[in-house]
């Protein structure tokens, strides 16, 4: 991702033609420099554009740190004019990559004029050796340029993230809008919020915590539970509404995951309480930060305080995602990964670590270990019933063109409203693929707006399918294979 590129140096020798030589090869700062220091009594290194040793102007090969075509800018994050990094992993790792060259330095024997003596040439030597160290990153680049490709042609505002569903490794991270971190002054003055990095970030979670909600009910005996919706519920004196209004009638559990009905898990959230709900929460990683790197964290988000979920009200809010809490797309995913894992919750992993000059792990991220959170049968009901929401219920948009996809739409409100006093809204699809045998676990969320192009679930497929060629392309195929899926 970040590379270092081949940089040229020139010697500016008092008193001969290198001024007049070099001024066309250097960038109007050097210009500066040029002019500047053209009187002075000894010789001095400018940045150049290329090799002028056959201009006859002594010129040294070095190479600097950059960043070469942007790929996941968010995530590596941006250097300042000096080549340190400021943030993102630049700036967690800015110590390993800054000392990875060698230091070098030229040496040469002047006259009292600061001419090279008579006979003798610049000598270049190395003054500290570099390392050679680099970070190893868990991004698939095919995967991170897909799901690059599909925000940039279905939103205009939201993140996409794809993590291994069998490791917990982050294999893209994107988010939307994107800024130049070559020109970082340019998104600063814009002020689009393309600095934030959606991934990391908070934001109101809607009906995708439902399925917190649901692995709660299984955990505590409660997945028997049945409501009747009238399209509307009433719980101390304040009126809670699904969708425009839609009456369900009798749901079950696995029938108000399809349809998202806001009435049933108000009521189950009564009948659950909301300690056993964050008790839960907590155990899928909501509440806490994710170490992305060496000072570099995940927001926290907020559950709401035990004390407050005291208040049916607040309880009511929190039971469809609603009310004080907040989520990141990264906690989502991994909620989401821990159902398609058979109950088993990975802290998500960027980086796996810092290498030597043979790209060999020396010195690992550590992370917790992957612990088992959701008893491995309810995990599997939950996966049945979150393919049921692609199949049977309104996450249809999610189903992909080849194989099954399960997941949970969410609609959160934000608070937040246009001149118009129209709301914009979060919209939210969380899910696993393929359905049964999960490979990756798909977040996207578009947030702050009033109503997408597309459907978030549909971007999820588009993205499954995009992985689903990715995958046949990996493993040709045999004529035994192909004469089974004929």
């Known amino acids: 991702m970040t590379g270092y590129t081949e940089e040229w140096y020139a010697l500016c020798i008092p008193g001969d033609v290198s001024y007049a030589t070099l001024f066309p090869y250097v960038s ?45 800018v968010h995530l590596l994050g941006y250097l300042d004019g000096e080549g340190n990094g400021v943030s993102g ?5 800015d110590d390993v990559l800054a000392q990875a060259g060698d230091e070098a330095v030229v040496s040469c024997v002047t006259t009292a004029q600061g001419r090279l003596l008579s006979g003798s040439k ?9 390392t050679q160290q680099g970070v190893q990153l868990t991004l698939d680049a095919d995967i991170q340029r897909l799901c690059e490709g599909v925000a940039a042609l279905t939103m205009e505002r939201g993140c996409i993230v794809v993590m291994d569903t069998q490791t917990g490794e982050i294999l893209a991270s994107v988010s939307v809008p994107e800024y130049d971190p070559r020109n970082v002054a340019r998104s600063i003055q814009a002020d689009d919020t393309s600095l934030i990095n959606r991934t990391l970030s908070p934001f109101s979670a809607g009906s995708v ?27 101390a004196g304040q009126t809670y509404r699904c969708a425009q209004g839609r009456a369900h009638g009798t749901v079950n559990l696995r029938e108000a995951l399809e349809q998202s009905c806001n009435c049933y898990f108000v009521e189950l959230g009564q009948v659950l309480g909301g300690s056993r709900i964050l008790q839960e929460a907590e155990k899928f990683g909501f509440g806490q930060a994710c170490a992305v790197a060496p000072g570099l964290k995940s927001n926290a988000g907020v559950l709401p305080a035990a004390e407050s979920l005291e208040n049916v009200g607040q309880l009511a809010l929190f039971s469809f995602g609603q009310g004080g809490l907040t989520v990141t797309p990264l906690q989502i995913t991994a909620m989401m990964n821990t159902v398609a894992d058979g109950g088993t919750y990975y802290t998500p992993r960027f980086v796996r670590g810092v290498t030597d000059d043979t790209r060999q792990i020396v010195t690992p991220l550590q992370i917790p270990e992957p ?59 969380s899910g696993f693929y393929p359905a049964d045998t999960p490979r990756y676990t798909i977040t996207v969320l578009q947030d702050g707006v009033l109503e997408p192009e597309y459907s978030s679930a549909a971007i999820f497929a588009r993205v499954a399918n995009g992985l689903h060629v990715m995958d046949r392309a990996e493993s040709p195929q045999t004529p035994e294979s192909a004469a089974k899926t004929s």
């Open 89 to 93: 992993l630049e700036y967690a790792y």
């Open 28 to 72: 109007y700062s050097e210009q500066v420099e040029l002019y500047e220091k053209r009187n002075v009594t000894k010789p001095f290194l400018v940045r150049v554009d290329r090799d002028l040793t056959v201009e006859g102007v002594p010129t040294f090969e070095t190479f600097e740190r950059y960043l070469p075509v942007p790929i996941a």
């Open 209 to 235: 915590f439902k399925v917190v909600l649901a692995a709660t009910a299984y955990e505590n005996g409660l997945d028997w539970f049945t409501h009747t919706c009238t399209g509307s519920v009433e719980v």
């Open 371 to 429: 612990e088992s959170v959701l008893d491995a049968d309810t995990a599997r009901i939950l996966r049945s019933m979150l393919q049921s929401v692609v199949e049977d219920g309104i996450g249809g948009d999610a189903a992909p063109q080849e194989q099954a996809a399960g997941g949970k739409t969410g609609t959160a409100q934000t608070g937040q409203y246009t001149e118009r006093r129209e709301e914009l809204l979060n919209y939210w699809f």
């Open 122 to 130: 610049p000598d270049v030597q190395i003054e500290t050796p570099g």
